[in-house]
């Protein structure tokens, strides 16, 4: 993605996020909370329709570009995470789960086979709603921001989230310890995160890239608290699902290594996001 649409994406969701998320911020007494198919409370209405090869733009999430770019670049982020996995010598996973998978610009670029049963899970019941009704070969479902996925006990053999864990503060050990639930034995979580590489790279390579009150905040932080030094385990601003989530590398590393095995840890794999895979031991 070029340096531009970085910085389009980033205001898109500097501006539309907030609106996005209020009626789920709003009810603060509901645990669960999702984005419902109509807001307004109007009646809904389902018809038949001609299937869309690509999504509305209302629901790319910020990507940009023509929708061929749109296509391409999902293709691509799955690639580098096939790729991964292929040389982690982890072999082709049959059942799989995209949970954040938003109109599916990832999951459906997931390789399968006639064998293969692909899952995708989002909050967001507009765009769950569109990859029900346009890709149909493979099986979606919405669910809430509540730890809890509904699926039986090992029931994955791969799960996999970009840019995921870098908006959840509070219930993040929750949601990895109900992502390790829903995994077999020896199945793998490939989720990405930010980290203090991350922050510096987008207070310097990306800082004309991202909205500027994202590089405020990562500059007032630095300068308040000195997020990058060692004893800094983790810092965020903004809240639930709209938050910013850093973690120091060996802190994420040990906390998360008491549930999951950690197979590879790489900085930079998805834009300036860094890469953990997991793997669920035998015994879990």
């Known amino acids: 993605m070029s340096k531009f649409n970085w910085r389009v994406r980033e205001l898109i969701f500097a501006l539309v996020r907030p609106l996005f998320h209020l009626g789920i911020r709003a009810t603060s007494h509901v645990t669960g909370k999702l984005r419902p198919l109509d807001e307004s409370g109007s009646p809904v209405v389902l018809t038949r329709g001609e299937r869309e090869e690509v999504p509305p733009r209302r629901l790319w999430v910020g990507y940009l570009g023509t929708s061929e770019e749109y296509l391409a670049e999902g293709r691509a982020d799955m690639e580098a995470v096939v790729s991964l996995l292929a040389a982690k010598g982890i072999s082709h996973p049959r059942v799989a789960l995209d949970l954040g998978c938003a ?13 293969s049963e692909i899952w995708g899970a989002d909050i967001s019941a507009p765009h769950i709603f569109w990859c029900q009704r346009n890709l149909p070969e493979l099986n979606f479902v919405t669910v809430s921001t509540a730890p809890h996925l ?8 791969f799960v996999f989230c970009a840019s995921v864990f870098t908006h959840i503060t509070d219930l993040a050990d929750a949601w990895l310890l109900e992502i390790r639930r829903v995994l077999k034995p020896q199945g793998h979580l490939y989720a990405t995160v930010q980290d203090k590489v991350s922050a510096e790279e987008m207070r310097t390579t990306y800082a004309d890239v991202l909205v500027p009150s994202t590089i405020a905040q990562l500059k007032r932080l630095e300068r308040k608290h000195a997020v990058s030094r060692a004893d800094c385990e983790m810092f965020y601003f903004d809240n639930d699902p709209s938050s910013r989530v850093f973690y120091d590398r060996d802190y994420i590393t040990r906390k998360w290594s008491k549930w999951m095995d950690v197979v590879a840890y790489e900085e930079r794999f ?3 996001q860094s890469a953990m895979l997991l793997r669920k031991s035998a015994s879990a």
Do not use: K, L, Q, S
């Not at 509904?150 to 053999?157: E, Q, S």
């Open 150 to 157: 509904p699926f039986a006990d090992n029931y994955f053999d």
């Open 270 to 272: 998805y834009h300036f």
């Open 103 to 115: 109109a599916g610009r990832m999951t459906r670029h997931f390789p399968r086979t006639e064998e």
